[in-house]
């Protein structure tokens, strides 16, 4: 019995993130994290205001409630798609 192994036509070309277009490389994961961080950010800002007398409890409470969903459906996404990676990792070819 004889193996040989199997040599494709032509090279594989992977994209890399700098050859990328600006407007694609902003857009999709790189907006999503950016919303997310935005979302914190508010959320963090009005308990400090509210520890520092400035701000309102229903304002804090509204914002802190928003940053927990946002990091809710950021968790769930990350974990669809990783199981769905795992899926195509895991086919037989």
């Not at 600006?22 to 508010?42: K, T």
């Not at 308990?47 to 409630?65: C, K, P, T, Y």
């Not at 996404?77 to 199981?83: E, I, L």
């Amino acid at each position: 019995m004889r193996i040989e192994p199997i040599v494709p036509d032509r090279a594989f070309e992977i994209p890399s993130i700098s050859a990328l277009p600006p407007a694609a490389a902003a857009s999709g994961f790189g907006q999503i994290v950016a919303a997310a961080a935005s979302v914190l950010d508010r959320a963090d800002a009005a308990e400090s205001a509210f520890a520092n007398g400035r701000g309102g409890l229903q304002e804090m409470i509204v914002e802190r409630a928003r940053a927990d969903i946002t990091l809710a459906v950021a968790a769930t996404g990350a974990q669809r798609a990783a199981q769905a990676l795992n899926t195509l990792l895991g086919m037989q070819i």
